[in-house]
């Protein structure tokens, strides 16, 4: 079954924009096939630690034909295979941040896997990009677009 995905990455450390690029090629080698990216936005350290240097973010859209438990597995493979130590603390610099924002308009609660993400609608950095590649998409939680979350951001 496929499945319409939105996902971020984000990154502070090294040439991250490359490093977007190639994480891109990886997950594309690995059935995650984008068909939309937004521009990369730059954006201030938030719940870092002190002295934490600037991301940069993405939005990206594709379909995938897997769970959302084998879309995680393999997005923290490619944070691995790009550098992030599989235990990294949240509030650290790395070279490659990849999230789950929305898979299709399925809910999930569990432990390590919340879908939609927790916090989207409180970060500028992910309504941003987001807004670029998917206004119109529809939160399944909050039910409002993505134009309407970040209209009210505050």
């Given at each position: 079954?496929?499945?319409?995905?939105?996902?971020?990455?984000?990154?502070?450390?090294?040439n991250?924009?490359?490093?977007?690029?190639?994480?891109?090629?990886?997950?594309?080698?690995?059935?995650?096939?984008?068909?939309?990216?937004?521009?990369?936005?730059?954006?201030?350290?938030?719940?870092?630690?002190?002295g934490?240097?600037?991301?940069?973010d993405?939005?990206?859209s594709?379909?995938?034909?897997?769970?959302?438990?084998?879309?995680?597995?393999l997005?923290?493979?490619?944070?691995r295979?790009?550098?992030?130590?599989?235990?990294?603390?949240?509030?650290?610099?790395?070279?490659?941040?990849?999230?789950?924002?929305?898979?299709?308009?399925?809910?999930?609660?569990?432990?390590?896997?919340?879908?939609?993400?927790?916090?989207?609608?409180?970060?500028?950095?992910?309504?941003?990009?987001l807004?670029?590649?998917?206004?119109?998409?529809?939160h399944p939680?909050l039910?409002?677009?993505?134009?309407?979350?970040?209209?009210?951001?505050?």
């Open positions: 079954m496929s499945t319409r995905v939105y996902i971020m990455f984000g990154g502070n450390i090294g991250v924009e490359a490093t977007f690029a190639e994480a891109e090629k990886y997950l594309g080698s690995h059935g995650l096939h984008f068909d939309q990216k937004s521009s990369i936005h730059p954006s201030a350290a938030v719940d870092c630690v002190p934490t240097p600037d991301f940069k993405q939005a990206l594709g379909i995938w034909n897997g769970t959302a438990r084998e879309l995680l597995k997005l923290q493979q490619t944070e295979y790009f550098g992030r130590p599989a235990n990294h603390r949240s509030d650290m610099s790395r070279t490659l941040d990849c999230d789950i924002i929305f898979f299709g308009n399925q809910v999930v609660n569990e432990p390590d896997l919340i879908i939609p993400h927790p916090r989207m609608h409180n970060r500028l950095f992910v309504l941003g990009p807004f670029e590649i998917a206004p119109d998409f529809i939680v039910n409002r677009q993505v134009s309407q979350i970040l209209k009210g951001y505050k």
